[in-house]
């Protein structure tokens, strides 16, 4: 159960404003949620999310870390550094590139797939997070959301 964030009319001047420290406020609890749940895993959110990235993408043509980079939900993070551990733990697979040595093409590994199926298996305790929501309420707050970002 998430706490309140206990926002009241006061601490912000307007509703814009309660917007942002709510949205702020829930930000760091999901984040709370979601690092709790991949810590047993062993991989950050932030690996998670490239893992998720390269699964999506054609397994034949690999991405670059600049691909990688672009799609991320946190585009601030240092991607190589990222791709470096994920390497480490073989969940990924780094190959030169045949058309120009100075770049590194990046695969999901075997062993990065089963994690992620693992991962899936258990992904309904990640969803009762926020299925205090309705179905129609969720569908509303995305639809809210992406209004919100549609600009940027």
């Not at 309660?18 to 991989?43: D, K, T, Y």
């Not at 994920?86 to 190959?95: A, G, P, R, S, V």
Request: glycine content about 2%; some cysteine.
């Amino acid at each position: 159960m998430a706490p309140e964030p206990n926002l009241k009319k006061t601490d912000a001047d307007n509703e814009w404003q309660r917007l942002r420290h709510n949205l702020q406020f829930s930000v760091n609890w999901l984040n709370n949620e979601i690092r709790a749940f991949l810590a047993p895993f062993g991989i950050t959110q932030k690996q998670y999310n490239i893992l998720r990235i390269l699964r999506c993408h054609d397994a034949d043509i690999p991405l670059s870390i600049l691909d990688i980079r672009n799609r991320m939900v946190d585009k601030m993070s240092d991607a190589s550094r990222i791709i470096d551990r994920l390497h480490q733990k073989e969940l990924i697979e780094k190959k030169p590139c045949t058309m120009d040595k100075r770049a590194t093409r990046i695969y999901i590994s075997k062993s990065g797939q089963q994690l992620l199926r693992k991962i899936d298996n258990q992904s309904k305790q990640l969803d009762a997070v926020t299925q205090t929501l309705s179905l129609e309420e969720a569908q509303q707050l995305n639809a809210l959301l992406d209004k919100l970002h549609a600009k940027s």
